[in-house]
């Protein structure tokens, strides 16, 4: 039997169908509310708003749960592997063999980048940032390999291009950057180990695989891979709505993941560690600081809209700090500076009473630090990892039966009707 929600608007009863989830959630179904009543609702930043049904990622975040296609995401963590995870996310279920087999090998058959494309990375200004480089360039793979349309055929060519490409295509920005040349992808190395080589090798010094460095990589990707409808999420299902194609989706997510309270966390907990270090700062001066309404300052790689609680992906993260570090028989500094700082504001009052625990972002730049990840690009890992994620939202948008261009409403506060004044009069 349907559930409905009655609600009494100005004296006035109506009834909206609810939407129940496989793991409870209940929405109800507004969109007939304008029509209906002649009133929208106003939800700034969306935090009650749901504005899509979706099969791929669950989050509770009251609990800290994250599953991709119903799999737990610890569980991917341990057995699965990057390509495999994005295969996960993009097909709704896990390849078998001959399936896994074919999507390296095609994979691999889309690993070059136009040559002509070095063209713009050369004249980027030297200090322009990766992630400004890849939104440009993901959406200039749209005249590089052209899509007419969004057949099935189309979609998995731009989908093999931008998964594979956007690895070769972050590792040339960072080296040429540099001013190093570039290095091409190999046929013989996994996703993961050419991304590595691709940053590091060097014909002088030929770069040294280190199969835990490789393991760590697909960890930190497939933890990154999706996140439901996320700042980045919503851009790329919004673009995708107008029906831009998918490289311009994809470069628009880009551009919202890049965000410090979005993507760009990763970084900026970097630098705020750096910072309290170089500063002097105690970590209670530190806490006191994040509290104060007075001072913009926030605990970078703390809090989250969802999550109430430790963030499942965090956890994972924390961990792999102590064993990617301890595998290298190296000490970072910053780590303890972050582990204390997460001591004293978990005891804190502030930080209990607003459920704000450690995200993905905390821990995860030591890691990519362990793996001499420049700062700077430190933003760019993440988009690569969100991408499997990015494709199949924009997918199950498009494809969607229901699926409107989105265009919200709002409430105007401006001027009422005023007259033009010609410029002698102003
Ligand atoms: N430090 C200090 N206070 C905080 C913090 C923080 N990191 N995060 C939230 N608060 C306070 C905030 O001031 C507010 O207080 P009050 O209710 O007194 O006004 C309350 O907690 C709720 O915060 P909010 O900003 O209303 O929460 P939100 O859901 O809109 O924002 C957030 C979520 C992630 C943007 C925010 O927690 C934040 O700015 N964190 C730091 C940036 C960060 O780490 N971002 C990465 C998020 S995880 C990766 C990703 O998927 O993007």
Same mark, same amino acid.
């Given at each position: 039997?349907? +559930?409905?929600?009655?609600?009494?608007? +100005?004296?006035? $009863?109506?009834?909206?169908?609810?939407? &129940?989830?496989?793991?409870?959630?209940?929405?109800?179904?507004?969109? /007939?509310?304008?029509?209906?009543?002649?009133?929208?609702?106003?939800?700034?930043?969306?935090?009650?708003?749901?504005?899509?049904?979706?099969?791929?990622?669950?989050?509770?975040?009251?609990?800290?749960?994250? !599953?991709?296609?119903?799999?737990?995401?610890? /569980?991917?963590?341990?057995? @699965?592997?990057?390509?495999?995870?994005?295969?996960?996310?993009? #097909?709704?279920?896990?390849?078998?063999?001959?399936?896994?087999?074919?999507? !390296? %090998?095609?994979?691999?058959? @889309?690993?070059?980048?136009? +040559?002509?494309?070095?063209?713009?990375? /050369?004249?980027?200004?030297? #200090?322009?940032?990766?992630?400004?480089?890849? @939104?440009?360039?993901?959406?200039?793979?749209?005249?590089?390999?052209?899509?007419?349309?969004?057949? +099935?055929?189309?979609?998995?060519?731009?989908?093999?291009?931008?998964? @594979?490409?956007?690895?070769?295509?972050?590792?040339?920005?960072?080296?040429?950057?540099?001013?190093?040349?570039?290095?091409?992808?190999?046929?013989?190395?996994?996703? *993961?180990?050419?991304?590595?080589?691709?940053?590091?090798?060097?014909?002088?010094?030929?770069?040294?695989?280190?199969?835990?460095?490789?393991?760590?990589?697909?960890?930190?990707? &497939?933890?990154?891979?999706?996140?439901?409808? #996320?700042?980045?999420? $919503?851009? %790329?299902?919004?673009?995708?709505?107008?029906?831009?194609?998918?490289?311009?989706?994809?470069?628009?997510?880009?551009?919202?993941?890049?965000?410090?309270?979005?993507?760009?966390?990763?970084?900026?907990?970097?630098?705020?560690? $750096?910072?309290?270090? /170089?500063?002097?700062?105690?970590?209670?001066? %530190?806490?006191?600081?994040?509290?104060?309404?007075?001072?913009?300052?926030?605990?970078?790689?703390?809090?989250?809209?969802?999550?109430?609680?430790?963030?499942?992906?965090?956890?994972?993260?924390?961990?792999? *700090?102590?064993?990617?570090?301890?595998?290298?028989?190296?000490?970072?500094?910053?780590?303890?500076?972050?582990?204390?700082?997460?001591?004293?504001?978990?005891?804190?009052?502030?930080?209990?009473?607003? #459920?704000?625990?450690?995200?993905?972002?905390?821990?995860?730049?030591?890691?990519?630090?362990?793996?001499?990840?420049?700062?700077?690009?430190?933003?760019?890992?993440?988009?690569?990892?969100?991408?499997?994620?990015?494709?199949?939202?924009?997918?199950?948008?498009?494809?969607?039966?229901?699926?409107?261009? *989105?265009?919200?409403?709002?409430?105007?506060?401006?001027?009422?009707?005023?007259?033009?004044?010609?410029?002698?009069?102003?």
């Amino acid at each position: 039997m349907s +559930e409905f929600v009655k609600v009494i608007i +100005e004296g006035k $009863t109506y009834e909206f169908p609810v939407i &129940i989830g496989t793991e409870g959630e209940k929405a109800f179904d507004i969109s /007939q509310l304008r029509k209906l009543t002649g009133y929208i609702t106003h939800d700034p930043g969306f935090g009650s708003t749901g504005c899509c049904t979706s099969a791929i990622t669950f989050m509770d975040g009251e609990k800290g749960i994250l !599953r991709y296609r119903g799999i737990p995401v610890d /569980q991917l963590a341990e057995h @699965s592997t990057f390509v495999e995870t994005a295969y996960l996310l993009i #097909n709704g279920h896990l390849p078998n063999h001959e399936q896994l087999t074919n999507m !390296r %090998v095609l994979l691999n058959d @889309s690993s070059m980048v136009h +040559e002509d494309m070095k063209i713009f990375y /050369q004249n980027f200004p030297r #200090n322009t940032h990766p992630m400004g480089i890849l @939104s440009a360039m993901v959406n200039a793979l749209k005249s590089f390999y052209p899509a007419y349309d969004n057949t +099935e055929e189309e979609v998995t060519k731009m989908t093999l291009n931008l998964i @594979s490409k956007i690895r070769t295509m972050s590792a040339m920005s960072y080296r040429m950057s540099r001013g190093h040349m570039v290095i091409y992808p190999r046929p013989d190395y996994s996703y *993961c180990a050419n991304f590595l080589n691709m940053m590091f090798d060097n014909p002088v010094k030929p770069y040294k695989l280190d199969e835990d460095l490789v393991k760590a990589l697909n960890v930190f990707w &497939i933890l990154h891979a999706d996140h439901e409808q #996320n700042c980045s999420t $919503t851009a %790329v299902r919004v673009v995708g709505s107008g029906k831009a194609n998918l490289y311009a989706a994809i470069s628009a997510g880009i551009a919202a993941l890049w965000g410090p309270l979005h993507g760009g966390a990763n970084q900026a907990v970097i630098e705020m560690l $750096t910072n309290i270090q /170089q500063s002097g700062y105690s970590i209670p001066q %530190v806490i006191e600081k994040a509290k104060d309404k007075s001072d913009d300052f926030r605990l970078m790689g703390f809090g989250h809209r969802v999550y109430k609680t430790y963030d499942p992906r965090a956890k994972i993260m924390k961990k792999m *700090c102590d064993a990617v570090l301890g595998k290298l028989k190296k000490k970072d500094p910053l780590l303890d500076t972050a582990k204390k700082l997460e001591e004293v504001a978990l005891t804190d009052s502030y930080f209990i009473e607003k #459920n704000l625990y450690p995200n993905v972002d905390f821990y995860s730049g030591i890691v990519l630090r362990a793996m001499g990840i420049p700062l700077n690009m430190f933003t760019v890992m993440f988009a690569i990892g969100r991408l499997p994620g990015w494709i199949a939202q924009w997918q199950e948008g498009v494809e969607d039966p229901n699926g409107k261009i *989105c265009r919200p409403r709002q409430i105007y506060t401006g001027a009422g009707l005023t007259n033009y004044v010609p410029l002698e009069e102003r």
